[in-house]
């Protein structure tokens, strides 16, 4: 008998002047039927899931993992289900996920096409542990959405499942399901090349540092870096001769760790980053990013973030020089406080390859003054080559103009890994071949670093205006880099007194111009 049941029975005679027996004796049966069947569900659920549904799972660390998804969240969206997890993408097919995010960057191919979008999205999905059925091409699928464990590649970034089911025992419909996945995906995203910093582990209150930030970048082509040819050449043919399947074996039979080191050096601003980039997109590796300037880095934090590293990636260390790791005070093997940091030789050299270093990457060091850094950390074995990126000549200026007026991709012809070349499709080509040629002879050799004349055309957008003011800028540039001045004003913003000084070199240019572009 129910507690309480008679009382209740008694109250709702006189005041109702109904007996609710037989609504009492219904519900029972049917928490009865609900608890009989939930329980046969638990027993027989597995069963019928081995037995009745085909599975598949993706990891987010595959980037099917986002196609799928997005997928699920444009076209399922908020139909069957009413808690959700929200998540940013943006409009070139690209996303965010756990602690990564999306930038636009400066430093994308010049060549811009007009569906590229930075505009950012929400879309839906199921919480985590979640699920969501939808009907696609007359299959009931189910749609799972699960933590699965720690990321391999970061001790403190969770690794996620998702499960797509269909009924029935043909696995067709879950391939067909995934192409249309990928297909509405949009752009490849292989075409993007992921970037990893070290920062402080939100989920630890020691500022512990893991690889939890992540950036997806667009993939810069080898081709938009200049550098001397043969060197870009035989790097890029040394680089894939590492990453050969036939690589590891050939080291371990000599005894040699597998390991490669190279330190790019030259003034700041002449695309070692740049050409870094370019490597990892190139070679699909994915790069990993360790400033030491100004992050308080220490030798523990260093080895802990090189023992996190991925079989297969790329580590550049950033700037190695002006992070105060330099031979004075590694000499005695003294914790340096210069600039906040706290490495010892030791310590970088145990991180860079000491026995718990994972074999396998490759190792990139840029510097400006590669003459302070102490011997042992650049010998062979850790630094296996050393590349010199240097101020603009006049080949170099030329590629840079063109790379930023051609109209569009088709007119530039990408050699595998060679400079881009200008294909004389029709007359307009020949014209900007001809003020490319202009434009570089109107610059100092070996005076300007290239992002120096890059950002003079970022803000000289018209071909004309950027033949006809380059002369006098490049004095300008010059003469304060000689007063030892950071600060260079442009000759067109400056007052008219300062603008004659460059008379002749304007009244040049601009008859240059003139002759080109009527
Ligand atoms: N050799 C180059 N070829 C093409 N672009 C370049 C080159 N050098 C510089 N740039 C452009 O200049 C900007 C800065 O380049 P980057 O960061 O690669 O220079 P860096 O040598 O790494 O500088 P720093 O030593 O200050 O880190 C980028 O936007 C890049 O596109």
Not at 150 to 172: D, I, K, W, Y
Not at 343 to 371: K, Q, W
Not at 407 to 431: F, M, T, W, Y
Not at 449 to 468: C, G, I, W, Y
């Amino acid at each position: 008998m129910i507690p309480g049941f008679l009382a209740m029975r008694v109250v709702a005679m006189r005041y109702f002047k109904h007996d609710i027996t037989p609504w009492v004796i219904k519900a029972l049966f049917a928490g009865g039927i609900y608890t009989m069947g939930k329980h046969l569900w638990q027993t027989m659920g597995p069963f019928a899931e081995k037995h009745l549904l085909t599975s598949v799972s993706v990891t987010n660390l595959d980037p099917l993992y986002d196609h799928v998804s997005k997928w699920v969240s444009t076209n399922v969206g908020t139909k069957s289900t009413k808690h959700f997890s929200a998540r940013t993408y943006n409009g070139r097919g690209e996303n965010s996920r756990n602690g990564e995010e999306d930038v636009d960057s400066d430093e994308s191919e010049n060549i811009t096409t007009p569906e590229k979008t930075t505009r950012s999205q929400v879309h839906f999905l199921p919480v985590k542990g979640g699920r969501q059925y939808f009907w696609h091409r007359g299959c009931l699928f189910r749609f799972k959405n699960e933590v699965t464990g720690m990321s391999a590649q970061s001790a403190h970034l969770n690794e996620e499942t998702l499960t797509v089911s269909c009924f029935g025992r043909n696995p067709e419909h879950l391939r067909l399901f995934l192409d249309e996945c990928v297909q509405f995906s949009g752009p490849d995203t292989s075409k993007t090349t992921r970037i990893h910093f070290l920062q402080k582990t939100p989920r630890t209150f020691n500022g512990e540092m893991s690889w939890c930030k992540t950036i997806v970048r667009p993939a810069r082509s080898l081709a938009t870096v200049d550098l001397n040819e043969k060197a870009k050449e035989s790097v890029v043919a040394e680089i894939a001769d590492y990453l050969s399947d036939r690589s590891p074996p050939y080291y371990a039979q000599r005894g040699i760790p597998h390991r490669r080191g190279y330190l790019l050096y030259g003034p700041p601003g002449t695309g070692k980053t740049s050409f870094a980039n370019a490597l990892a997109a190139n070679f699909k590796l994915d790069m990993y990013v360790i400033q030491i300037l100004g992050t308080m880095m220490d030798d523990e934090t260093l080895m802990s973030a090189f023992e996190q590293l991925p079989k297969r990636c790329i580590v550049l260390l950033e700037d190695i020089d002006s992070a105060g790791i330099q031979r004075e005070d590694m000499k005695d093997n003294k914790t340096t406080k210069r600039k906040n940091t706290f490495l010892t030789l030791s310590g970088v050299l145990n991180a860079i390859d000491g026995a718990s270093s994972p074999e396998g990457r490759l190792l990139i060091m840029t510097s400006n003054t590669p003459e302070s850094l102490d011997a042992a950390l650049i010998r062979p074995g850790r630094i296996d080559r050393q590349v010199y990126f240097g101020h603009v000549d006049r080949k170099v200026a030329s590629s840079i103009f063109i790379r930023m007026f051609a109209k569009s991709a088709e007119d530039l012809h990408r050699a595998q890994d060679g400079p881009l070349i200008l294909i004389d499709n029709d007359g307009e080509n020949v014209k900007l071949r001809q003020a490319a040629r202009l434009f570089a002879e109107s610059i100092p050799e070996d005076e300007i670093t290239p992002a120096e004349l890059q950002n003079f055309l970022l803000q000289h957008k018209n071909m004309t205006d950027a033949v006809a003011n380059v002369g006098a800028w490049a004095l300008a540039i010059c003469e304060a880099k000689k007063a030892g001045a950071n600060i260079v004003e442009d000759p067109l913003d400056a007052a008219p007194a300062k603008r004659n000084r460059h008379a002749v070199d304007d009244d040049e240019a601009d008859s240059d111009s003139d002759s080109l572009f009527p």
